[in-house]
């Protein structure tokens, strides 16, 4: 796949909603680079698991397309330490996750 046609990809899938419709109720999850645990916001959890994924110690769950787009955060094509440490970075305010 074509870099511009990753980022196109990567752009549409950080404003991705998902829609769950139950007893009226409804929930809209939106996807955040850096988001690597899809649990809304990007913290250390986050760097960790995205750590832990590239050490072979922990698996992406049943998003993992999803996942991996939202952790590769230097748009590289590859989870490793330097996509952990730039979360970090952004989680401190040091760093800006753009697409």
Do not use: P
Not at 19 to 42: P, Q
Not at 64 to 73: H, I, K, N, P, V
């Amino acid at each position: 796949m074509s870099h511009m046609m990753r980022r196109i990809l990567a752009i549409l899938m950080a404003v991705l909603m998902t829609v769950t419709v139950a007893d009226a109720d409804v929930s809209i999850a939106v996807a955040c680079r850096g988001d690597a645990n899809l649990d809304g916001t990007v913290n250390v959890k986050d760097a960790t698991l995205v750590k832990q994924v590239y050490l072979m110690l922990n698996i992406f769950g049943r998003d993992e397309a999803l996942q991996t787009l939202l952790a590769d955060t230097n748009g590289d094509g590859r989870i490793n330490t330097k996509d952990a440490t730039f979360i970090k970075q952004a989680y401190l305010g040091l760093a800006t996750l753009e697409w």
